[in-house]
């Protein structure tokens, strides 16, 4: 558990380290947000600077906005965004209690008719947002929305009544993929890394392990990223990588690759580092102010991947 006071521990990084260099950058460009959690993650930071910073993006009706997702502008609430703030709470190891359980109620307001999560309400309407996440009246269910959420809560051994229905969502979705694409990968491993029938995640897992690797969807060896074809909708060279889909080496979609893949895949990560010590935004962009705020968040996400695989960050 990180130390209770608010400031960095007095020590910094080794000069030049990536950590260093990450650390200039956070400071320069980030949101109050993202420096917090840079101090919890690398400077023995506390967990309670990160709630505070977190709480301005919050609503009455329990969900988050303001755009804490940097793709959504505007302030209402989003499943996006509250996805986001789980992500943050479960980071620090607060995602539980009353906080949770208003989560879970605004998620209960604004699921679709089988129990699950829209991508973009339509309350949305009105606001900036990106062009890849249109707004419609009637939205699907998404399982890029729902999985990740349904995912961290179960892992945080949060029980409330939308979580069934949701899971219910979840695996169906999962078990019925074809044709898929990256993200909705990421987001069914989401899934399947917490969620509690592990045998059955397991069988799920492998069999999406065979899919991505059969449509070719992980970029095997980085040095020959023009062999690779990008999916549709995706921006010119976005593509992903063996560390996109395993974070750590405890998810299940590490099975996916070998020791040589993945070191290869981590070797392009760490490379991924700019001048300015960030990280670069691989997806499109279609406004300053979004690829500003996202590449802190992104800067921060390299460093812990690197980080849980064993690799130096300073």
Same mark, same amino acid.
């Given at each position: 558990?990180?130390?209770?006071?608010?400031?960095?521990?007095?020590?910094?990084?080794?000069?030049?380290?990536?950590?260093?260099?990450? =650390?200039?950058?956070?400071?320069?460009?980030?949101?109050?947000? =993202?420096?917090?959690?840079?101090?919890?993650?690398?400077?023995?930071?506390?967990?309670?600077?990160?709630?505070?910073?977190?709480?301005?993006?919050?609503?009455?009706?329990?969900?988050?906005?303001?755009?804490?997702?940097?793709?959504?502008?505007?302030?209402?609430?989003?499943?996006l965004h509250t996805a986001h703030a789980l992500r943050v709470?479960?980071?620090?190891?607060?995602?539980?209690?009353?906080?949770? =359980?208003?989560?879970?109620?605004?998620?209960?307001?604004?699921?679709?008719? *089988?129990?699950?999560?829209?991508?973009?309400?339509?309350?949305?309407?009105?606001?900036?947002?990106?062009?890849?996440?249109?707004?419609?009246?009637?939205?699907?269910?998404?399982?890029?929305?729902?999985?990740?959420?349904?995912?961290?809560?179960?892992?945080?051994?949060?029980?409330?009544?939308?979580?069934?229905?949701?899971?219910?969502?979840?695996?169906?979705?999962?078990?019925?993929?074809?044709?898929?694409?990256?993200?909705?990968?990421?987001?069914?491993?989401?899934?399947?890394?917490?969620?509690?029938?592990?045998?059955?995640? =397991?069988?799920?897992?492998?069999?999406?392990?065979?899919?991505?690797?059969?449509?070719?969807?992980?970029?095997?060896?980085?040095?020959?990223?023009?062999?690779?074809?990008?999916?549709?909708?995706?921006?010119?060279?976005?593509?992903?990588?063996?560390?996109?889909?395993?974070?750590?080496?405890?998810?299940?979609?590490?099975?996916?690759?070998? *020791?040589?893949?993945?070191?290869?895949?981590?070797?392009?990560?760490?490379?991924?580092?700019?001048?300015?010590?960030?990280?670069?935004?691989?997806?499109?962009?279609?406004?300053?102010?979004?690829?500003?705020?996202?590449?802190?968040?992104?800067?921060?996400?390299?460093?812990?991947?690197?980080?849980?695989?064993?690799?130096?960050?300073?």
């Amino acid at each position: 558990m990180a130390e209770t006071g608010d400031s960095p521990r007095p020590s910094t990084p080794p000069a030049r380290s990536p950590l260093f260099r990450a =650390e200039q950058f956070v400071w320069l460009t980030a949101r109050v947000l =993202e420096q917090r959690l840079f101090a919890y993650h690398f400077l023995n930071g506390a967990a309670a600077p990160v709630e505070t910073a977190l709480d301005a993006y919050r609503n009455e009706d329990g969900g988050y906005g303001h755009a804490l997702e940097p793709d959504l502008r505007g302030p209402v609430s989003q499943p996006l965004h509250t996805a986001h703030a789980l992500r943050v709470l479960d980071e620090v190891g607060c995602c539980g209690g009353q906080r949770v =359980e208003r989560v879970c109620r605004y998620l209960t307001s604004v699921s679709t008719a *089988d129990g699950a999560l829209p991508a973009i309400h339509p309350s949305q309407r009105g606001y900036p947002a990106a062009p890849f996440v249109p707004v419609v009246d009637d939205p699907p269910s998404d399982l890029l929305a729902t999985g990740p959420v349904v995912g961290l809560l179960h892992g945080n051994e949060v029980w409330h009544a939308w979580l069934f229905r949701a899971t219910d969502f979840c695996w169906q979705a999962v078990e019925s993929l074809e044709d898929s694409h990256p993200y909705e990968v990421e987001a069914a491993v989401a899934f399947l890394d917490f969620v509690p029938d592990r045998p059955r995640a =397991e069988a799920a897992a492998d069999r999406l392990g065979r899919l991505v690797r059969g449509q070719r969807l992980a970029a095997l060896d980085p040095g020959r990223l023009a062999d690779r074809p990008v999916p549709s909708g995706y921006a010119p060279g976005e593509h992903h990588f063996p560390h996109d889909f395993a974070r750590s080496p405890q998810s299940l979609a590490r099975a996916w690759f070998t *020791d040589e893949e993945m070191a290869r895949s981590l070797d392009h990560l760490a490379a991924e580092q700019q001048e300015d010590g960030g990280w670069p935004v691989r997806w499109r962009r279609w406004a300053q102010a979004p690829v500003l705020e996202a590449r802190p968040v992104v800067t921060i996400e390299a460093l812990r991947t690197l980080r849980a695989y064993g690799r130096f960050v300073g």
